[in-house]
């Protein structure tokens, strides 16, 4: 009876730990996508350019092999892309945050008319991005099924 009794004791005081890590692990998710849609909007959508110094940290690390790393790069080449583009709401048609990763998909539409669908994978760490992948599929004039992209 005492054994049971320990086992008991043992399981509620571990369950306790793991939901309230749960619990923080859902706060965090949620933080980390705030700021990323957040930075995303501000940067790409009102094309403000100061929020790489807000959201973005010094030692950014790119993965896109066009980009060097640190957020001067992204300071000296954002303004260049976003030449002829208008201010907007960026539609974001998924948005998946889980640890210290938020993953975004997005309609790139390019002042020529040329539509790309782009997956944006960020981490985070203490409130600042860190790190950064993208993947970029030109959408088709015609599509081989009926499946929207979008």
Known sequence: MKAL??????FFATSQSIFSQTKKEIRQAKENKELVTTFFQKLF?????TSIDTYIADDYIQHNPK???GKEALKKLVPMWMKGMLKRKIEFYMVVS???KVVLYTKNEQPDGKVTAVIDIFRVKNKKIVEHWDIMQ??????????PMF
């Not at 009794?5 to 043992?10: G, K, L, Q, S």
């Not at 959508?45 to 350019?49: S, V």
């Open 138 to 147: 030109a959408v088709p004039e015609k599509a081989a099924n009926s499946h």
């Open 45 to 49: 959508g009102d094309q403000d350019f």
């Open 98 to 100: 889980e640890g210290d």
């Open 5 to 10: 009794f320990i086992a008991i004791i043992i």
């Open 67 to 69: 980009i060097t790393d």
